[in-house]
């Protein structure tokens, strides 16, 4: 006690001092900053659907961020509990209680320094993309070193090393990577233009056990990039390659010392935006750019393919182009980008994609005919995906594909989206979508074509209080048929929200498969504080986040969700 009373005696007289002189300079000790967050289910036993609950009904996915800086340094830890076990079908390496990532970085005008776990991306990410997600249980963070040098305004050099994260451990393979990024608008003294260039290379190193394999342990990858903008004109184009390395065969994704390719993607986006008009169009090409952090997926069983079920070991990002609907009914069909190669079967061979996606955005001026008092929005949305075209044989493996034209249809996605105010309290929305879906191609045995149709309405009582209803269908000729759903959403104020939402397979062949997916909820708010709580069924399928999807079970029961910041 005395010793502590010592400690103590100097910082309270130095605390009565600095109230006692006015002039003192307080002292700047940092901030400390984070969030936590909690996604907790109990999972339920379902009779209507022949469900039954896990071994451990009640999960959770539980993160503790604590960030500390001062002036230029900062430290941060991040804590992960999934307990007693994570929620279904996320990555079987996030098990337990333990330290996710850390990191200590410095950083002055010119040199920001990282030691320790860090999130990057270089270019579009079809090389490199360190990420988190926790709705999709995505987080390849690197850990190693960074350095990041900018000796101007207008250049970024990027330089790296470290291996990526596989749950609470790291995978084998040794990551390298620089990128560079580019500005001369100053050397050419562009006014209403912008132009800018970049380079990136990325290795990966991994030690090869297979005799004479016909490829390197260091795989070496590079791009480029220029991005162009002219007023409302804008382009941007990126190309990457990887040199040839080994292919994963068959359903069992084996490793093998014949099947050995090199990898491109090109990457094409360019558009026009002006007042009451947009119009957007991106196109892509990727062949055999699925670039793992470990070559070959690990383990037995139903964890051979652990690395692919969920996104795990995954050092590239290629998301959907596609658009991202806010329907329920919308979200059943969802594409997900076809960049590794995939012979399934002889019939079934595929090496990447290729197609793109168009936007055309137009409002209608108000007083126009169309408009009406408060204008019309409409959206065009069109997006179409391929297997690349070209000679595939099965036995032994091997293709060469046509830069140019398409194969096997996909995926396509064509829409249109109006919306109209009526007057200061009616907002209104129509949407009407047309999908082909190739399930055929992705572990099923159908071509699916739907038609799709929404309407909406959302009245607003006050500045913070409304109610949004919405009415949907879908015609469906294969697989499970028909659908109808419906929504109601109440916005109490800024505080309370609740809602309820049913989508009904009412047109599946097999009527013991009619089934309601029915889902009650509501949420609370109050700083940068979001409790949330639903109780309904989950319909088994692909949830996707920025056209990145993970696969989800059936199921039916309780989630509540907590989060906050500091």
């Not at 620089?178 to 562009?190: G, V, Y």
């Not at 108000?366 to 409409?378: H, P, Q, S």
């Not at 046509?402 to 194969?407: E, K």
């Amino acid at each position: 006690m005395r010793k502590l009373l010592l400690l103590l005696l100097p910082l309270a007289a130095g605390s009565l001092y600095a109230q006692e002189n006015d002039t003192i300079e307080k002292k700047d000790y940092g901030r400390i900053y984070g969030g936590f967050e909690s996604n907790a289910q109990w999972y339920l036993n379902d009779k209507g659907r022949e469900i039954k609950h896990p071994e451990d009904p009640v999960r959770s996915n539980n993160y503790l961020l604590v960030n500390y800086q001062f002036k230029g340094f900062s430290a941060g830890v991040q804590i992960e509990s999934y307990e007693p076990n994570a929620l279904l079908n996320y990555n079987p390496g996030f098990k337990g209680t333990d330290i996710g990532t850390y990191y200590a970085a410095y950083k002055t005008k010119h040199v920001e320094l990282t030691a320790g776990y860090f999130y990057e991306q270089f270019g579009s990410g079809m090389l490199l993309r360190a990420w988190e997600d926790r709705t999709l249980g995505i987080n390849t963070a690197l850990r190693g070193g960074r350095m990041i040098f900018r000796p101007t305004d207008d250049m970024r050099f990027t330089l790296l090393y470290g291996r990526q994260r596989s749950g609470f451990d790291v995978a084998h393979g040794d990551i390298y990577g620089f990128d560079s990024d580019i500005n001369l608008n100053k050397l050419f003294n562009f006014e209403v233009s912008d132009l800018s260039f970049g380079a990136t290379y990325v290795g990966r190193y991994e030690k090869i056990d297979l005799p004479d394999p016909g490829f390197d342990a260091l795989t070496n990858m590079y791009a480029a990039r220029f991005n162009f903008i002219h007023d409302a004109f804008y382009v941007s184009g990126e190309y990457n390659y990887k040199q040839k390395d080994g292919v994963l065969v068959g359903t069992q994704n084996v490793l093998t010392n014949t099947f050995v390719k090199p990898g491109n993607a090109v990457l094409v986006n360019f558009g026009y935006s002006k007042e009451g008009l947009g119009v957007d169009a991106t196109l892509r090409r990727t062949e055999n750019m699925k670039i793992l952090s470990e070559r070959e997926p690990t383990g037995t069983g139903d964890n051979l393919t652990t690395s692919l079920n969920f996104n795990d070991k995954v050092l590239n990002f290629t998301p959907a182009l596609t658009k991202q609907h806010h329907s329920n009914l919308a979200n059943i069909y969802v594409y997900q980008a076809q960049s590794k190669v995939d012979f399934l079967d002889p019939s079934i061979m595929m090496s990447g994609e290729t197609g793109g996606q168009v936007d055309i955005f137009y409002d209608f001026a108000k007083g126009t005919a169309i408009g009406g008092k408060y204008g019309t929005k409409v959206a065009v949305n069109m997006s179409s995906w391929y297997n690349l075209p070209g000679q595939y044989r099965s036995s032994p493996p091997d293709y060469n594909t046509n830069f140019f034209g398409v194969g096997t249809k996909y995926f396509s996605d064509y829409n249109v989206e109006v919306k109209k105010r009526l007057n200061e309290k009616w907002l209104t929305g129509f949407y009407y979508i047309n999908q082909y879906y190739n399930k055929a191609w992705f572990g099923g045995s159908d071509i699916v074509k739907t038609n799709i149709v929404t309407g909406e309405a959302t009245y607003n009582f006050s500045e913070n209080k409304s109610i949004r209803v919405e009415a949907e269908h879908m015609w469906a000729d294969k697989d499970m048929k028909n659908w109808a759903g419906g929504t109601v959403e109440l916005n109490i104020n800024d505080k309370y929200s609740l809602y309820v939402w049913d989508i009904y397979n009412y047109g599946n062949d097999d009527s013991a498969k009619q089934t309601h997916y029915y889902n009650v909820g509501g949420a609370y708010r109050i700083g940068a504080t979001r409790i949330a709580a639903n109780y309904g069924r989950q319909r088994g399928g692909l949830v996707c986040v920025g056209g990145v999807c993970r696969f989800v079970p059936e199921s039916t029961g309780f989630t509540l969700s907590i989060s906050t910041a500091f």
